[in-house]
């Protein structure tokens, strides 16, 4: 039996030439973007580390109302 070198040749081709094109339009779609500037991204990270405190704070003390609750009507865990 003879392989078909050729046939094998020309579809490592291909798919050099896809993932090529591939790797290029990523690199094209990622120069369109509009990256927010250095202020307003440091102003959002704040926010969400304030909100993340103020939600870790509300838990607690949601945690800590029901165990209050349940140890004054004699339920223990």
Do not use: H, Q, Y
């Not at 440091?42 to 607690?60: H, M, Q």
């Amino acid at each position: 039996m003879e392989k078909d070198t050729n046939f094998n040749v020309k579809e490592s081709n291909e798919k050099k030439e896809i993932k090529e094109s591939t790797i290029k339009n990523f690199v094209k779609e990622v120069k369109r973007i509009k990256w927010p500037k250095s202020s307003k991204t440091w102003r959002w990270f704040g926010i969400t580390i304030a909100f993340l405190v103020g939600f870790a704070i509300f838990c607690f003390l949601v945690t800590f109302a029901f165990t209050s609750l349940w140890n004054s009507i004699g339920i223990k865990s």
